[in-house]
């Protein structure tokens, strides 16, 4: 039998990680408030979902026009399921279902785009596009903010001889310097968020795609949290800011809003073909399944159809009462463009006790920590959906009320700024 040894010396070398340290202390110290790793044992109808035997409306799902409950869209993955079986086996690079070409041409007709690829999930998309949209002679600046996924992808294309640089959160004269520090270059991709997932900030695209076109730059624009439910139809945050995506490539999801399976990469027709050739999750990993990918001109006929409006209409006035309603107990509250809207706590503690607190009563919203906040800004995360009942958002808030008269949270102050602001740091989440 082989020595066990060498596995155990991996395990307590990797315990010594810095990040892994902290997980596992937030865990250690607080087991009856650390609500990670929940399992949902049963969903639905509408937001309702049960763990461990308790009754909770869900506050922390993304599906956020509710379509994963939606008669229609179940219907399409059922009929993807009896067209297709369970799924295609084989890499795209061999072969695609025709339902995946559907998918991308009517993805692309609704987005405005050339064209589109589909992967599958948008941290595959980010990280098979970015190292193969840039080479050796190449540069990347980065948003200090950016997605993770982005992140994990610079460090794929640093290795791969490209110049990388981030540059301080939506400043496009930081911007200007950070692509001036790393000439010459051959090109360059900015890579920003289109909706920061984390606070629900818009970043200013006009002016950083203007920098970016001055000095040679594309702009990549992950909008995972604004496909299907921010801008015309709910083709998310570029359309709007630019009017063109022709300096830009636009990353979405198929998962959130969507409420199927997937992410993509929208950009002009030629690169289509270059990033079958350079992205190595396409080429080297399985695609989305059929049955998810038979389902999406289900969700885009019902983007285009006059129940978008109704749906996001249901939505804002969850969105603008949960909001209204934090505000009135005095609570610092992030958010406003999406449907994301995150309470400021600050101490880690805190955080996870008050994510119980309201767990306790029925209520699940995430306790954010560090990395996904800064240190000691955690936050408590609202999803609002357009199928949260207005008795729940009510329940809620309630919930809410209870929590500050038995915790002591951050108070914004009279003229409506936060007395303990987030500060910068990293919202990677
Ligand atoms: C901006 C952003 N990009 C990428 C992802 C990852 O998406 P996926 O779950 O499709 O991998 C997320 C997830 O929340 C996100 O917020």
């Not at 049963?42 to 509710?66: A, H, K, Q, W, Y």
């Not at 981030?166 to 520090?181: I, K, M, N, S």
């Not at 920061?196 to 970043?203: A, E, V």
Request: glycine share 12%; aromatic share 6%.
């Amino acid at each position: 039998m082989t020595s066990p040894i060498p596995m155990e010396k991996l395990g307590r070398a990797l315990r010594q990680n810095t990040l892994v340290r902290i997980i596992e202390q937030f865990g250690e110290e607080h087991p009856d408030s650390h609500l990670k790793d929940l399992v949902i044992d049963e969903s639905g109808p509408g937001r309702r979902i049960v763990v461990g035997g308790r009754p909770l409306v869900n506050f922390g799902s993304d599906s956020f026009l509710g379509l994963d409950q939606d008669g229609r869209v179940q219907e399409a993955i059922r009929r993807g399921l009896s067209r297709w079986g369970t799924h295609n086996g084989a890499s795209r690079a061999f072969a695609s279902v025709r339902a995946n070409i559907e998918a991308e041409e009517r993805l692309a007709e609704w987005l405005g785009v050339e064209s589109v690829l589909i992967l599958p999930s948008v941290m595959l998309a980010n990280l098979g596009a970015i190292p193969g949209l840039v080479g050796r002679q190449d540069a990347i600046a980065m948003d200090e903010q950016a997605h993770t996924s982005m992140q994990e992808a610079a460090k794929i294309a640093r290795a791969n001889g490209a110049k990388v640089a981030t540059f301080a959160h939506g400043d496009p004269a930081a911007l200007e310097r950070t692509l001036d520090a790393m000439r010459p270059y051959r090109s360059a991709l900015v890579c920003i968020d289109g909706v920061y997932s984390m606070s629900g900030r818009i970043p200013p695209m006009a002016e950083l795609d203007a920098v970016a076109r001055a000095a040679d730059a594309v702009l990549y624009v992950d909008d995972a949290h604004g496909t299907g439910v921010l801008g015309a139809q709910g083709r998310g945050t570029v359309l709007d800011a630019l009017g063109s995506y022709d300096n830009a490539f636009v990353v979405g999801s198929l998962s959130k809003a969507f409420s199927c399976a997937g992410g993509f990469i929208g950009g002009p027709r030629a690169f289509h073909r270059l990033l079958k050739i350079r992205c190595a999750p396409y080429v080297f990993g399985g695609p989305v399944v059929p049955p998810y990918l038979e389902a999406i001109g289900t969700v885009i006929d019902i983007l285009r159809s006059e129940e978008y409006p109704r749906l996001r209409a249901r939505l804002d006035a969850s969105i603008r009462r949960v909001i209204g309603g934090l505000g009135d107990l005095g609570l610092v509250v992030m958010g406003s463009a999406t449907p994301i809207v995150s309470v400021l706590v600050g101490d880690e503690a805190d955080t996870l006790n008050a994510g119980k607190f309201l767990f306790d009563r029925g209520y699940y919203v995430q306790s954010v920590l560090f990395p996904a906040v800064p240190y000691h800004a955690g936050v408590l995360r609202i999803q609002c959906n357009a199928n949260h009942a207005e008795t729940e958002v009510e329940g809620l808030l309630e919930a809410f009320a209870a929590l500050t008269r038995t915790m002591k949270l951050p108070r914004s102050s009279p003229a409506g700024r936060p007395r303990h602001p987030a500060g910068p740091g990293p919202e990677r989440g």
